[in-house]
């Protein structure tokens, strides 16, 4: 009901305990009320629910210097996520967390604001992996201190306001050059331009950063700047992640608490892999899904 605006959650709980919702013509007062809002006939004080739009899921490999945004500021002109995905109901979804104008990498794109927020908000603890490169050699101490938890400043409306540390994070070094080392960090928690941040907070600036992994999701398949719709079994397995009660997911856990041991996840997104797109239409990891259209923008691949 609060997704289909009718009032807010608390009220929406109200009229229901007041007798003025019914499903499929019968009152319920008992909650939960477990319903499918595609197939339930929901009547609240006399007024039907509208139809729900179907839900989208879209996975894009962002390029660089494309802005995490339904509309950039007025007068900017920059190029958009939104404006990437060539997908009919584009202009109805919105990015799932935000990634950096250079960021590269796995972005979600929905109009399911009940599974974006799960997978944001930091009680749900849904891990974020990245494949990052700095200048220098990681020495084994910055590491440590990575994984124990830095503090980062806090800023509110331009002022910093203090500084809160870090949760613990996982890091993999995969390759250590004489200049340059690239590595593997998972965090579940999201503060503002977190991992550039931490990084130069003990000494590397990040040369690149790329998203590779969002819960169970794995970004493989697609180009820089190709997207494609989830597969059904993509997002059952997203929803699985975020589902409240699960270790590290739900409110009143947080899975960004400090010494918070990784949720053992299962993958999916893999390559070579076919499967049912989220609407149920075939889909090819690496293929467009739903609309036989993916593009390759010209800058940034
Ligand atoms: N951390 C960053 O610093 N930037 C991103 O885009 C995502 C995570």
């Known amino acids: 009901?609060?997704?289909?605006?009718?009032?807010?959650?608390?009220?929406?709980?109200?009229?229901?305990?007041?007798?003025?919702?019914?499903?499929?013509?019968?009152?319920?007062?008992?909650?939960?009320?477990?319903v499918d809002p595609d197939e339930d006939r929901i009547v609240v004080d006399g007024l039907a629910l509208p139809k729900r739009d179907p839900r989208i899921y879209i996975m894009?490999?962002?390029?660089?210097?494309?802005?995490?945004?339904?509309?950039?500021?007025?007068g900017a002109n920059r190029r958009t996520v939104i404006d990437l995905v060539e997908h009919p109901a584009a202009k109805r979804l919105f990015p799932v967390g935000r990634l950096d104008f250079e960021t590269l990498g796995l972005l979600l794109l929905t109009n399911d604001g009940e599974l974006a927020n799960r997978l944001t908000h930091p009680s749900y603890g849904v891990a974020k992996t990245y494949r990052v490169v700095v200048?220098?050699?990681?020495?084994?101490?910055?590491?440590?201190?990575?994984?124990?938890?830095?503090?980062?400043?806090e800023r509110k409306e331009g002022k910093t306001v203090g500084a809160a540390r870090t949760a613990?994070?996982?890091?993999?070094?995969?390759?250590?050059?004489?200049?340059?080392?690239?590595?593997h960090l998972t965090?579940?928690?999201?503060r503002n331009r977190q991992v550039r941040r931490m990084l130069a907070g003990v000494g590397y600036p990040v040369k690149k950063l790329e998203r590779i992994a969002m819960g169970p999701l794995r970004l493989k398949g697609l180009a820089r700047g190709?997207?494609?719709?989830?597969?059904?079994?993509?997002?059952?397995?997203?929803r699985d992640a975020t589902r409240p009660g699960k270790k590290g997911a739900g409110k009143g856990t947080s899975g960004g608490e400090r010494g918070a041991e990784p949720r053992s996840e299962r993958s999916v997104g893999g390559s070579g892999r076919s499967g049912q797109s989220s609407d149920g239409r075939t889909a090819a990891p690496g293929r467009a899904g739903a609309t036989p259209k993916r593009r390759r923008p010209a800058r940034d691949r």
């Open 226 to 238: 190709e997207w494609r719709e989830l597969t059904r079994d993509e997002v059952r397995v997203l």
């Open 1 to 34: 009901m609060a997704d289909a605006g009718v009032a807010s959650r608390r009220a929406c709980e109200e009229m229901i305990q007041g007798g003025l919702v019914t499903v499929n013509g019968e009152i319920v007062r008992e909650m939960p009320v477990l």
């Open 135 to 153: 200048r220098g050699q990681l020495a084994d101490e910055d590491i440590a201190s990575l994984e124990e938890g830095i503090y980062l400043a």
């Open 60 to 74: 894009l490999n962002k390029p660089s210097r494309t802005v995490t945004t339904n509309a950039d500021e007025p």
């Open 187 to 190: 965090l579940k928690e999201g």
């Open 168 to 183: 613990r994070v996982q890091l993999e070094i995969v390759k250590r050059d004489r200049d340059r080392t690239t590595l």
